[in-house]
């Protein structure tokens, strides 16, 4: 209806194909490389520098043989509803008793099948920094080829 009104003829606000820019494009090689090794990264940076874009990137990467990518994009919560949400992702069914485990498991599941993880966690900024400390020990006791990717805004440094 929009475009029939306007005279226009693409939908307004819709992205289907979106490029990278160069700087993106080095961040997303970088985190490939640090995938390899069981990595942390963060992404940070003012709302509108395209760290959507990126993400929305990442997650084409699991439509990809070699990939598995599990988003959790409401970071509000606490670290067993996050954990929750990436069992979701991960299309894992059990109960929270058993969710670190069950997590892990997954992991090197997805290892063994030679498969690359990558967990992107949107709006980092907004989380405890307990939570950050809880997933950071859980992702220690994960196969070293994956990469935990923080996408935040600068207060995450701090």
């Known amino acids: 209806m929009i475009k029939s009104t306007f005279g226009l003829k693409d939908t307004p606000f819709y992205r289907d194909n979106f490029e990278?820019?160069?700087?993106?494009?080095?961040?997303?090689?970088?985190?490939?490389?640090?995938?390899?090794?069981?990595?942390?990264?963060?992404?940070?940076?003012?709302?509108?520098?395209?760290?959507?874009?990126?993400?929305?990137?990442?997650?084409?990467?699991?439509?990809?043989?070699?990939?598995?990518?599990?988003?959790v994009s409401r970071t509000m919560h606490t670290y067993w509803n996050m954990l929750n949400q990436l069992a979701i992702s991960l299309k894992l069914d059990v109960k929270t008793a058993k969710l670190e485990q069950a997590l892990i498991e997954a992991a090197y599941k997805h290892v063994k099948n030679n498969k690359t993880l990558f967990v992107l966690i949107d709006e980092a900024h907004l989380l405890d920094m307990t939570t950050l400390r809880k997933l950071r020990l859980l992702f220690d006791k994960f196969p070293k080829k994956y990469n935990l990717v923080l996408f935040g805004q600068i207060e995450l440094m701090h």
């Open 20 to 71: 990278l820019l160069p700087q993106q494009k080095e961040a997303l090689n970088h985190l490939k490389i640090h995938s390899q090794h069981g990595g942390f990264s963060a992404i940070v940076g003012e709302p509108g520098v395209g760290k959507s874009v990126l993400r929305e990137h990442l997650e084409i990467f699991g439509e990809e043989r070699e990939n598995v990518v599990a988003s």
